[in-house]
């Protein structure tokens, strides 16, 4: 008789990295929705902390690639925390930065140097003394044999100088022609169509489905807290099970609900029409 074997359903720790992802995704969305609450643009954020607006929106995506080094992702949660009333200290901390530290165990050092008696060092003193003895009395040799040289060599006659004649520039051709810029004709120039953008926040789990320039991008169940951000050239479609308990953002304005609560909605968002400059 054989005894079924326990499964082991222990998953294999993250790796620093992927704690880093992790943490910045939930306290970016965090410092989202309080954004979101105290009705303040990323515009108002920046002139508050004098960080730079992509480092913001790369804090509140969770884009880690956009960012510097972990030691400076903490200085800037924590300002970004102080200008919303939060405990920026407090919360920068709970962000990793720490690599696993290796411990490295001394290795016994046989090299030839350490078998070396003090005998042998005294030999090896006296003849590096000795060469370098050598050494400079044949630069200075040298040295004495050039200054002689030169004393005893006769000196070249000067050359006359010669005055070079004034040549005033408005007579003077120009030596090489003047390139000519093209002007860019912004008469009939097309501005692009601009991106569309949106963000969504989950007041509570939902199902959603995001279709981008006519592409499914997301389909799933979403937790409460998440907040995600997608972008398309054409048109931007999101569908929910639970329009109450979705926030959404279009192009980075404030966010709103998508509907009411436990019912079904779909949204359709198209990119700005391209437009002509005059």
Excluded at 238 to 246: E, F, I, L, M, R
Aim: proline residues 8%; contains cysteine; aromatic residues 4%.
């Amino acid at each position: 008789m054989k005894w079924p074997r326990k499964k082991n359903n222990q998953q294999p720790p993250l790796s620093l990295e992927q704690q880093r992802s992790q943490k910045l995704a939930q306290i970016g969305a965090q410092l989202w929705a309080l954004r979101q609450e105290q009705g303040l643009s990323l515009e108002q954020v920046v002139v508050l902390t004098m960080i730079p607006r992509r480092l913001l929106q790369a804090i509140e995506e969770g884009n880690l690639n956009d960012l510097p080094e972990p030691v400076y992702i903490q200085g800037l949660i924590r300002q970004f925390a102080d200008a919303l009333g939060l405990n920026g200290a407090e919360l920068a901390d709970t962000f990793p930065i720490n690599s696993p530290q290796v411990n490295f165990q001394p290795t016994a050092n046989n090299s030839p140097l350490n078998q070396l008696r003090p005998v042998h060092l005294y030999f090896l003193y006296i003849l590096l003394i000795l060469c370098s003895v050598n050494g400079l009395s044949l630069l200075l040799n040298n040295a004495v044999l050039q200054a002689s040289n030169t004393q005893s060599e006769p000196q070249p006659k000067q050359k006359p100088i010669v005055k070079p004649e004034i040549v005033r520039p408005e007579l003077a051709e120009p030596k090489h022609p003047l390139e000519v810029q093209p002007v860019s004709d912004t008469s009939s120039g097309v501005k692009q169509k601009e991106a569309v953008q949106i963000g969504v926040t989950l007041k509570a789990s939902s199902w959603i489905r995001v279709i981008a320039d006519g592409k499914t991008e997301f389909e799933g169940t979403l937790p409460e807290g998440t907040h995600r951000v997608w972008k398309a050239q054409e048109q931007l479609t999101v569908k929910t099970d639970n329009a109450g308990g979705v926030l959404m953002s279009v192009n980075q304005e404030k966010a709103k609900e998508m509907g009411e609560l436990g019912k079904e909605e779909e949204v359709m968002i198209a990119a700005a029409k391209p437009k002509f400059l005059r």
